[in-house]
């Protein structure tokens, strides 16, 4: 299978979905005329509000700078929380002591309900961009993290053996097989954790930093600015999906070099 029709396989569903998601919407706001319209906006509301209304440059100025701000909250918490994922990931599949002592508190951790954890997390380390991504680089963590494991697990065992045979040590092993093997795993979590360091973000901009896309999000509500409320949800819907893409594309690319058989 060529590298483009992988990229076509994957995108093509992810685009139907989206416009699937346009259709729920606006069938959403027809079979429930009580929302009316000044709460429930449809899409050609939306377009006249961020492109064609006299003010939509002014406020799609706005919208973008909040935008900004939570997409650079979101990296920072993507990336330390992947990075965390690989090294604790590694950790645990090469030392089962290390596992067995330290996955049952993660996965403990992990049932504690973010909103539950956000004050904590906001006294520790305060409300300005630390706090922020470090909510966002927790949401990321865990569901990485079983994932990389799953992936660094499935490594040929006859691989292993023979970088064992000729003296390879443990992580001469886990870097030359166990890596290349998991990358299907790290790349899934890669995508799956794009949105969730998003919404890891809003969370922590909502709670603590008070800038951002979350916390206008929240200002918007009970100042009844829903066109503000719809547009930032939309765009922030839009660019999740667009990360989500560019992971995608970027994986089939990486697999088609490293892991032709992946994903055929």
């Known amino acids: 299978m060529t590298v483009l029709r992988r990229i076509l396989r994957f995108l093509f569903p992810l685009i139907t979905s989206l416009l699937l998601m346009v259709l729920i919407w606006v069938v959403f706001l027809k079979a429930f005329p009580q929302v009316g319209p000044r709460v429930g906006k449809t899409p050609a509301d939306i377009w006249r509000y961020l492109v064609t209304a006299p003010g939509a440059p002014t406020v799609r100025a706005a919208i973008l700078d909040d935008l900004r701000i939570t997409l650079g909250d979101a990296a920072i918490g993507f990336a330390a929380g992947m990075l965390m994922a690989l090294i604790v990931a590694a950790l645990f599949v090469s030392f089962a002591a290390v596992e067995q002592t330290f996955l049952p508190v993660a996965m403990l951790l992990r049932s504690v309900p973010l909103v539950a954890l956000s004050p904590v997390i906001v006294l520790v380390f305060g409300r300005g961009v630390l706090g922020v991504t470090v909510l966002a680089a927790i949401v990321v963590f865990f569901p990485a993290l079983v994932l990389i494991m799953s992936g660094l697990r499935d490594a040929p065992t006859q691989a292993l053996d023979l970088v064992a045979a000729y003296g390879g040590s443990r992580w001469t092993g886990l870097r030359m097989v166990a890596a290349p093997a998991a990358l299907p795993s790290i790349f899934a979590a ?42 930032s949800i939309v765009l922030i819907t839009l660019v999740s999906v667009a990360l989500y893409a560019l992971v995608g594309v970027l994986e089939n690319l990486v697999l088609a070099r490293f892991a032709p058989q992946a994903g055929s």
Do not use: K, M, N
């Open 190 to 231: 890669a995508r799956i954790s794009v949105p969730g360091a998003l919404i890891g973000a809003l969370l922590g901009e909502w709670l603590g930093s008070g800038t951002g896309l979350g916390a206008s999000l929240i200002r918007a509500i009970p100042t009844f600015q829903y066109s503000r409320l719809w547009a």
